[in-house]
């Protein structure tokens, strides 16, 4: 949630910023309300100085003997007035946070402008997309023919966009989780173990809610949704809650399973494991001292690539245009890993800095060194979507014959160096 204050004295600072985004954000609305708000809460201040005023003057008329009935009069019409004054100013408190929820994030300065990923930037690349002497296969023959995907029973059991891991692809969805959790925890990065399903303030913390609400799974039972991703009940760990100035940077890596709608998505990438509605995902998450959240964020994002490079699998770092970053972010990096069956590059992780955004909705703040307290800036990346994972897995390492060569990283955890029929 954007700060007031940051509005009221950097109006077209931040009109300009929003306006690289190319949507219509009712701003004017916010502005309008406030000014309403602060006009409101310098007539009761007013009232209350003439109440003072008052209080002091009617003891000395008592002393004199003199009549002060019109003074308690005047005293009883400003108590009303004031109390009347505010409820009007709670009232626009709400209506000024409600209007704050629906409005993005201000861009970063120094991300490319442009309305969709036509614009985005590469930023760098590791190893030149994988070449086959053979034809080759994509991921969901390849794991159908091994027998370790099973789509058809998945549909059976739960209906299209889920997928069914067998055998050796159990065993390898879950190494790569483990093999994740490993190395972030040996970056430095603390594991907890979250809650799915989640609360409807913790969803409104990390600015799913209310814009996203329709690509959420819902539980009416229990007013709580599905987890999208583990962002939010790790970010949501520390809300309302003030860390010391030793506890900024913390950071955090958990796996859960992820639940998405993908409203909108009908056409997109729906065989496979690359949209499902029910997926599996390592997350990583950051709170940090303002002053530094961009090297963080630079840092995180090489966590996040560490995985990639320890499986020797081709991809490519981008930086996001104004009009392609996400609702809350401020900057996101990309990581995208080849996927020969589609030939060309496939996101697999989001590397973003929400600086206070995400911390003000959910109220996460720190003691700087000057014990002043401030919100933190929160970050946060896929290290990675798993099921993404294991399709490029399978595609950049198909043999041939059909088999699937495991990566040496993963070959202590699997128990095989390769998964044949």
């Given amino acids: ?101 629906s409005i993005p994030n201000v861009p970063n300065k120094e991300i490319p402008v442009g309305k969709d990923d036509t614009a985005n930037v590469e930023i760098r690349r590791f190893l030149e997309p994988t070449k086959f002497d053979f034809d080759i296969k994509a991921h969901w023959d390849l794991g159908v023919d091994l027998g370790i995907l099973d789509f058809e029973r998945a549909v059976k059991i739960s209906g299209s966009r889920f997928s069914v891991f067998k055998s050796l692809g159990a065993r390898l969805e879950r190494s790569i989780m483990n093999f994740m959790l490993d190395v972030h925890t040996k970056q430095g990065y603390k594991e907890v173990a979250v809650p799915v399903l989640i609360n409807r303030a913790s969803m ?71 949209r499902n509605h029910q997926f599996d995902k390592v997350e990583m998450v950051k709170f940090s001292n303002p002053n530094n959240s961009y090297e963080e964020l630079e840092k995180l994002t090489l966590d996040a690539e560490e995985i990639l490079k320890l499986l020797k699998i081709p991809y490519r770092v981008v930086c996001l245009s104004t009009g392609d970053i996400g609702f809350s972010s401020a900057k996101t990096y990309d990581i995208e890993v080849w996927m020969p069956s589609y030939n060309r590059y496939v996101e697999i992780s989001s590397c973003s800095n929400f600086e206070d955004f995400q911390a003000r909705r959910a109220n996460i703040r720190f003691r700087d060194i000057d014990g002043k307290v401030k919100f933190v800036h929160t970050l946060n990346g896929s290290g990675l979507a798993i099921g993404r994972t294991f399709a490029t897995i399978l595609e950049n390492y198909q043999q041939k014959d059909g088999s699937i060569k495991i990566p040496e990283v993963l070959q202590d955890y699997m128990k095989v160096e390769k998964i044949t029929k």
Avoid at 65 to 78: P, R
Avoid at 229 to 253: C, F, H, K, W
Avoid at 262 to 268: D, F, H, I, T
């Fill in 1 to 101: 949630m954007l700060d007031i204050k940051r509005i009221r004295a950097n109006k077209q600072e931040v009109i300009e910023g929003l306006n690289k985004r190319f949507g219509n954000y009712n701003l004017d609305e916010v502005i309008s309300l406030d000014e309403k708000r602060r006009n409101i809460i310098s007539e009761v201040e007013k009232k209350k100085n003439r109440q003072n005023e008052v209080s002091k003057t009617v003891p000395k008329l008592k002393k004199e003997g003199k009549d002060v009935s019109e003074l308690f009069k005047e005293m009883k019409k400003l108590s009303d007035e004031i109390k009347e004054s505010d409820i009007l100013v709670k009232n626009l408190d709400e209506k000024i946070k409600l209007a704050l929820l």
């Fill in 204 to 274: 409104y913390g990390t600015g799913q809610l209310p814009k996203f609400e329709d690509d959420m799974f819902y539980v009416p039972s229990k007013d709580m949704f599905l987890a999208p991703t583990a962002e939010v009940p790790v970010t949501n760990l520390l809300s309302n809650e003030i860390l010391d100035y030793e506890q900024v940077p913390s950071y955090y890596t958990a796996y859960t399973p992820c639940f998405r709608q993908e409203a909108g998505s009908a056409g997109r990438d729906t065989r496979g494991l690359i």
